[in-house]
């Protein structure tokens, strides 16, 4: 692939159509639905039309042949495409409703999908859904590392939920504390942390333990942003890069359901 093909293969993951695709739209869809679904994933800045992966011209014209899917032919180049072609979903002949069916499974999986439970629900082989779980993770990983939220001037809100292995009721301030010690770790137990900014992007990411994050919020939180988190002493090492306010526990605590549920806004900007 090249660079620009890598690119567009990213976008499309964390795209505000593919956040929001479910498994049971998708299954609803007809060959042609799908295609067109897939294309305005794909190419969400013209709508859906078709972009030449080769040149990015969109002068094409339409060479579908009657049996077969979409497909193109790039007037500028001469390039023949189709919706798949220069996507990581390019590497294997499979319906296009199993490309938005993996995606959206994929993409409603916090902790990312096992691939046998991803080769079960849509029916492929195991190698070949171990193979697409790998890709899609690798997109995604790549697609958020560029990004970064807040500024000077604005303010992100941070938080950490644990989920998986025993988890002590976190609504009670001691408790919280207690989910920290380590004979509380049981070794599954992972934390999302979200960084939100007040009226724009919110970036999640999986670690074991909150101030293991730390790193993470330096390098997407740009600096001169003001960060909004919990008394958790696991924030503390912020101080020495933002300006923190502390929240009561109460207002943390509130907000942590529909901060993990909120879908991935892609407007975060580029480093
Ligand atoms: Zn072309």
């Known amino acids: ?3 620009a093909d890598t690119q567009m293969s990213q976008h499309f993951l964390l795209s505000r159509v593919a956040k929001t ?3 049971a739209h998708v299954m609803r869809l007809s060959n042609e639905e799908a295609e067109a679904l897939f294309a305005r994933i794909r190419w969400p800045d013209t709508n859906g039309a078709p972009v030449c992966p080769k040149c990015r011209c969109q002068a094409v014209y339409d060479v579908r042949r009657p049996t077969g899917p979409a497909r193109w032919r790039s007037k500028t180049c001469g390039k023949e495409f189709t919706v798949t072609s220069g996507t990581l979903f390019a590497w294997r002949k499979m319906p296009v409703q199993s490309y938005l069916a993996a995606t959206a499974i ?3 999986e916090v902790k990312g999908k096992a691939a046998l439970a991803l080769s079960r629900d849509l029916g492929t082989a195991y190698k070949t859904a171990f193979v697409l779980a790998h890709k899609l993770r690798e997109a ?3 697609e958020m590392k560029g990004l970064h939220v807040g500024g000077e001037g604005k303010t992100v809100e941070t938080d950490g939920a644990y989920f998986g292995g025993y ?3 976190a609504n009670l301030k001691e408790n919280r504390r207690d989910r920290r010690l380590a004979k509380n770790q049981s070794g599954k137990r992972r934390v999302v942390v979200i960084v939100r900014e007040r009226g724009g992007a919110t970036l999640p990411a999986v670690f074991r333990s909150e101030s293991a994050a730390l790193g993470w919020i330096s390098s997407h939180v740009a600096k001169g942003s003001r960060i909004v988190a919990d008394e958790a ?5 912020l101080h020495s890069r933002y300006e923190v306010e502390h929240t009561g526990n109460q207002v943390a605590v509130s907000g942590r359901q529909e901060l993990l549920w909120q879908p991935v806004n892609t407007s975060a900007r580029r480093h």
Not at 233 to 237: E, F, G
């Open 1 to 3: 692939m090249n660079k």
């Open 21 to 23: 695709l479910t498994l």
């Open 106 to 108: 994929f993409i409603n």
């Open 140 to 142: 995604m990983a790549s």
């Open 167 to 169: 988890v002590k009721p």
């Open 233 to 237: 002493p696991s924030w503390n090492d």
